[in-house]
């Protein structure tokens, strides 16, 4: 079965720590990879993707994930983490001839302490 | 630029009765899906419509039916509501299917709330 975990449902660091935020993933072929980040209230923004190429891939906000296929993971990571950061985010694992449908973790939710 | 919007933002309902939810997507946007977000979890896919053809459906009962109009707005609608279906809908909408133009562009979602 496809599907998506996200181990750790809550995870607090201090301003300025490094952060990294895990992913695996099962599915039948290699799919197209994302984390979205969610404020509350609000809607889901792309921090990132994985399409192909470089394994290694950066996106806004000084996001950065790694695509280990041996791992089917995707963790996300941040050296530096700032308080504006505190919110929830999701991985997303998409088929590659259609990206409308993705299937979500579970979320990690982040707080960030002064 | 506009960015997907979506009405209501929010809305409460009793159980056994329908609700529409509207999306309108970003314009030259051809493609709109559905996303049911119950209170931490994860969004589920419910529904995706790609130049008025319905692409996919989700796991979810036949209460739950959409549409896309010809200016590839759409709607979501839910008869006879339960307490489960309590969720923040989202709608997103693509330019395409796949690669970069299938990257999704989410609205910021209509609350419903079910007594």
């Known amino acids: 079965a496809q599907s998506v975990t996200q181990p750790d449902i809550h995870i607090t660091v201090s301003e300025g720590a490094s952060l990294e935020l895990r992913c695996n993933y099962s599915?039948?072929?290699?799919?197209?990879l994302f984390w979205y980040v969610q404020s509350p209230g609000q809607g889901l923004q792309l921090l990132l993707k994985?399409?192909?190429?470089?394994?290694l891939v950066q996106g806004i906000k000084g996001f950065e994930a790694e695509f280990k296929r041996s791992q089917s993971s995707f963790n996300l990571r941040k050296p530096s983490v700032h308080w504006s950061d505190a919110a929830e985010y999701f991985c997303?694992?998409?088929?590659?001839?259609?990206?409308?449908?993705?299937?979500f973790g579970q979320g990690t939710t982040l707080q960030v302490k002064p | 630029d506009a960015g997907v919007t979506q009405s209501p933002t929010h809305l409460i309902k009793t159980r056994g009765q329908q609700v529409t939810l509207r999306c309108s997507p970003i314009?030259?946007?051809?493609?709109v899906s559905w996303y049911q977000q119950v209170l931490g979890q994860g969004p589920q896919f419910i529904f995706q419509?790609?130049?008025?053809?319905?692409?996919g459906r989700g796991n979810f009962p036949d209460r739950f039916s959409a549409r896309q109009f010809p200016n590839y707005s759409s709607e979501l609608n839910v008869n006879a509501l339960l307490l489960g279906d309590s969720a923040l809908y989202l709608c997103?909408?693509?330019?395409?299917?796949?690669?970069?133009?299938?990257?999704?562009?989410f609205g910021e979602g209509s609350r419903l709330t079910v007594l």
């Open positions: 997303a694992v998409g088929a590659r001839s259609n990206t409308g449908k993705l299937i």
């Open positions: 599915y039948g072929a290699t799919p197209y």
């Open positions: 314009s030259g946007h051809k493609s």
């Open positions: 997103a909408s693509s330019s395409g299917l796949a690669g970069f133009t299938g990257e999704l562009f």
């Open positions: 994985y399409f192909s190429g470089d394994t």
């Open positions: 419509y790609y130049e008025k053809e319905e692409r």
